[in-house]
Nanobody
């Protein structure tokens, strides 16, 4: 069982930045692919970014490329999402998730953290 706890959400003006953190309980965190997702009001949850176990490979949804950066510190069992140049369309609940198996599904999810971007 893996427990994930997100933090760092809040209210920010358009053009501003936030850094989200996700702390994992698993001793084998360094083996897992980690991802960030978000869900806006009235919309389905969508993929935002993912990072391989080593941090050497990253993936981004097109709308956040060049603005968001995913990273991880395996020694701290933590994954981050640096979000720059935020706009109101980025308003959503942001979730981190863990895929224990390479190429597998995201089996574990955090409770989410709210990000609100005002215009």
């Amino acid at each position: 069982q893996v427990q994930l706890v997100e933090s760092g959400g809040g209210l920010v003006q358009a053009g501003g930045s936030l850094r989200l953190s996700c702390a994992a309980s698993a001793r084998t965190f360094s083996r897992y692919t980690m991802g960030w997702f978000r869900q806006a009001p009235g919309k389905e949850r969508e993929f935002i970014a993912a990072i391989s176990w080593s941090g050497g490979t990253t993936y981004y949804e097109d709308s956040v490329k060049g603005r968001f950066t995913i990273s991880r510190e395996n020694a701290k069992n933590t994954v981050y999402l640096q979000m720059n140049n935020l706009n109101p369309d980025d308003t959503a609940i942001y979730y981190c998730a863990c895929a224990p198996d390479v190429g597998g599904s995201y089996d574990y999810w955090g409770q989410g953290t709210q990000v609100t971007v005002s215009s």
